[in-house]
């Protein structure tokens, strides 16, 4: 249920145009498998700590 609502959160952060760095590593969790950041001001660090966080990602889109 915790997962669910971190994912709504940065759902709604990257339809707003407010997802960046801080905000994607402070939701991030070990138990993602698929991120969208498509069209977010996430960086290659950003996206980099994440990976290192969530073992299971295997699909993001980066649009």
């Keep these: 249920a915790y997962c669910m609502i971190q994912l709504a959160i ?3 952060a ?3 145009r407010l997802l ?3 905000v994607l590593i ?3 969790d070990s138990s993602w498998e698929i991120l969208d950041i498509s069209g977010s001001d996430v960086s290659d660090i950003g996206l980099a700590t994440v990976a ?3 073992n299971n990602l295997w699909a993001i889109d980066i649009r």
Excluded: F, G, M, P
């Design 10 to 12: 940065l759902s709604i």
């Design 14 to 16: 990257r339809r707003r």
């Design 20 to 22: 960046n760095d801080e």
């Design 26 to 28: 402070s939701l991030a």
């Design 52 to 54: 290192n966080i969530s």
